[in-house]
Every structure is written in structure tokens, then in C-alpha cells.
């Protein structure tokens, strides 16, 4: 299966502590690892790890700093277009700070403030052999290209809301799946019924909330529900939902909404259970 991911690439600086700092203080971190990172990247990362090729559409440069993230993408077999390949500045840094014993984290990022693409020549056989396409709102005028294209050949759009992006009702109408997250609000949303009235405005015909590790509620096609999630030992939950979006990419070929999002949720749980953004993969399925 063959699926394209649109959107943010970072590289994240991760420190696992026993505490948050206080002011002024300075603390030894108990681990740390330094990984490609941003919604797209991690869930293409995710739906390569499940047997799949995925291709990322995102913006890279040749800032020194750009070849560990091209290192990480390469050993996961990732396929790369760079939006804009003589970009000179730094990659986003992300600097993340995760709890051990709760496995909470905190993030600082400048995300794509400062590496937007308004415009780009897209390959003509860009979405050649495309199953699905996500999209995570970090490069709307990009993913809307994209999604005007995918909408005549009847390609699936997942989005990654993670939280609301100005210009992403623009995007909206084009989007098959929205999983987005307990941040995600739209102008005028305060609550979960808020969330879902907007985007059924859209005609979006599946939608998710996922809610750390709180039941995930759902609408599909009229029938709306809760998902229950699996309680685990919380390690660190940094980019639980980007797998969750990777892993429903490689699910929903071959199942329906509820079941697709049942066992991608399975595996970000299963992410949750290691240190970074990486290790779930090396330990065994449980």
C-alpha cells in the first residue's frame, strides 16, 4: 500500500526527567534521543514500519542539521519531496520534555511558522499509485493542491487535526477521515458537540476525538459512539496520536472506520509503553 503524508518535519531534541524544571534550575536528564519529528513525518513513519510505502511531502533544505533528519527518514524507507530543496535555514526544533512516571510531556516548537509554502511544482505522477493521503495542516496551500487532485481520482484525505490552523476550513470539504485531537477547536468551538457540528458542516463523513486515555468519540455515516481506550504503563505518550494516524492509514484498506480506528488506537497505546518516538517498535507485540 502506497500512501503520501503532507505536512510538518522537525527534528526533536527528546529528555526524559524525573520532574519538570523549576526556574533557573538545571537538571540531568535520565535519557535522551533525537529523531525526525512533526505529525506527517511520524505517521509516515508509523505506516512504513507496517509493511507500507510511504511518501512524505514536506519541506527539508540543506541546512546541516537537515541530514540527521534525512538519516532517520531514509532508515524507515521513507520516499522524500522537498518542497523547497535549497531551503538554508534550520529545520523546526522541537525541544520535549517527558515525565517519567506519567509520561506527560511538554513541547517547544516554532512548527512551520517559518517554512510555509504557498506554492510548489508538484510531480505530475505525485499521487501514482496513492491508496490514501494525510494531511497535518502544518502546509495548507500545498495539501489543498494536493486534495483538488486526490478528490478527481477519488483518494482518500485523513486529516491529522491536532489542533485548529487558520486557513484549514479551506481544506475541510476535501476530508474523507478527521481524527483530531482533544486541542482541536475550530472558531466558535468550546466543546466536543461544538467540534463535531463544525466539521459535519463540511460533510465530513467520519470523524474522531481522541482524548489521551480517555474513551475516542466517533461519528461515522450517521452513527455516532465511544471508543474505549486500552489501559497501559504509561511511559511517554509523545507522538501516541501521530501513530494512531499512521496506523489508521495502513488499517482503514482493508477495514471499515470503527474497526480501522479500534486497532490503530491498539497500537498508539502500544507506543506509549517506551521512552521517544521510536522504541515501541523494537519491542514485541503484547
Not at 507496517?50 to 519541506?59: F, R, Y
Not at 538519516?71 to 524507515?76: F, Q, V
Not at 493542491?145 to 490552523?165: E, H, R, T
Request: aromatic share 8%.
Amino acid at each position: 500500500m502506497t500512501g503520501l503524508f503532507v505536512g510538518l518535519t522537525t527534528l526533536d531534541l527528546i529528555y526524559l526527567l524525573r520532574e519538570f524544571p523549576h526556574p533557573n534550575q538545571k537538571l540531568v536528564a535520565l535519557e535522551q534521543t533525537i529523531a525526525a519529528g512533526g505529525p506527517a513525518t511520524n505517521a509516515a513513519v508509523t505506516f512504513s514500519y507496517l509493511q507500507n510505502q510511504a511518501k512524505l511531502v514536506s519541506v527539508l533544505g540543506v541546512h546541516p542539521l537537515h541530514h540527521l533528519i534525512k538519516a532517520d527518514l531514509i532508515a524507515y524507507k521513507i520516499d522524500i519531496l522537498d518542497l523547497k530543496p535549497d531551503y538554508t535555514d534550520s529545520p523546526p526544533l522541537s525541544s520535549i520534555l517527558v515525565t517519567q512516571g506519567t509520561g506527560e510531556r511538554s513541547v517547544i516548537s516554532l512548527n512551520a511558522t517559518r517554512s510555509q509554502i504557498t506554492s510548489a511544482e508538484l510531480p505530475l505522477d505525485l499521487l501514482k499509485g496513492v491508496e490514501i493521503i494525510l494531511v497535518d495542516g502544518h502546509q495548507i496551500p500545498i495539501s489543498y493542491n494536493i486534495a483538488q487532485i486526490a478528490q478527481k481520482q477519488a483518494i482518500p484525505i485523513v486529516l491529522d487535526g491536532g489542533s485548529w490552523k487558520q486557513g484549514l476550513d479551506t481544506l475541510l470539504p476535501h476530508i474523507t477521515y478527521a481524527i483530531c485531537s482533544a486541542n482541536f477547536f475550530p472558531p466558535g468551538c468550546q466543546t466536543t458537540q461544538d467540534i463535531f457540528e463544525y466539521l459535519l458542516s463540511f460533510n465530513i463523513p467520519h470523524i474522531a476525538i481522541s482524548q489521551g486515555e480517555q474513551p475516542i468519540q466517533y461519528y461515522s455515516l450517521g452513527t455516532s459512539g465511544e471508543l474505549p481506550i486500552l489501559h497501559t504503563k504509561v511511559v511517554d505518550t509523545l507522538g501516541a496520536g501521530d501513530v494512531l494516524h499512521g496506523a489508521f492509514c495502513h488499517y482503514i484498506r482493508d477495514n471499515s472506520f470503527i474497526p480501522a480506528l479500534t486497532k490503530a488506537s491498539l497500537l498508539a497505546s502500544k507506543s506509549c509503553q517506551t521512552f521517544g518516538t521510536r522504541q515501541w517498535m523494537d519491542t514485541p507485540n503484547t
